[in-house]
Structure formats: structure tokens, C-alpha cells
Nanobody
Framework: QVQLVESGGGLVQPGGSLRLSCAAS????????MDWYRQAPGKQRELVAA???????NYANSVKGRFTISRDNAKSTVYLQMNSLKPEDTAVYYC??????WGQGTQVTVSS
């Protein structure tokens, strides 16, 4: 069955960096687009970044220039490099396979 397992979250100071990973299994990773979403307390889940099977990327305006999504098809893993983090980036980050599967989420907290 499809499994998406995120890792790499944690507590970081404003201006810092984190790299999230999502290890996928149970399907042919290379032929599907992948997304990262986030959900802050009291807010709706929102799309942060997306990457197609061919490597084309798209970002929410709020993270453009700071976040980078990438994928390693050999490792069936999608990454989210997050730089210049702000307190408003604090949220649970979810890996998403657009056919309808979600990871369990990883907490990112940006605070001094």
C-alpha cells in the first residue's frame, strides 16, 4: 500500500533553515507529481510547493524565493528545503500524493 513518511521537522530560530524529506513507497514514485502542504493552528491546510514527474515546480507566493522542492526518483523521496524561515512558517507540514494520499505530517516551529 502507499506510504508517505515525512521527517526533518523541528524547532528553528527565525532566519534559519530546515530540510524536510518524504520517503514514498507502494507505488511507482517517478511517474507522479508530489506536493507539500502545511497547516497552521486554526487555519486551513494550504499548498506550499509542488513538483511534477518531470521536475517542474510551483510555489505559494508566501514561500517563493525561500523554499525549494526537489525529488530523487532513485530514492523515491521528495524534499522541501526551507531557508530564511519566519515565525509564520510554523505549521505541520504534510507530504501529499495527488491521487489522494497524505503523510502523517511533521511539525515545524520557527521561534526565538
Amino acid at each position: 500500500q502507499v506510504q508517505l513518511v515525512e521527517s526533518g521537522g523541528g524547532l528553528v530560530q527565525p532566519g534559519g533553515s530546515l530540510r524536510l524529506s518524504c520517503a514514498a513507497s507502494g507505488y511507482i514514485f517517478s511517474i507522479y507529481a508530489m506536493d507539500w502542504y502545511r497547516q497552521a493552528p486554526g487555519k486551513q491546510r494550504e499548498l506550499v510547493a509542488a513538483i511534477t514527474s518531470g521536475g517542474n515546480t510551483n510555489y505559494a507566493n508566501s514561500v517563493k524565493g525561500r523554499f525549494t522542492i526537489s525529488r530523487d526518483n532513485a530514492k523515491s523521496t521528495v524534499y522541501l528545503q526551507m531557508n530564511s524561515l519566519k515565525p509564520e512558517d510554523t505549521a505541520v507540514y504534510y507530504c501529499h500524493l495527488p491521487t489522494g494520499y497524505w503523510g502523517q505530517g511533521t511539525q515545524v516551529t520557527v521561534s526565538s
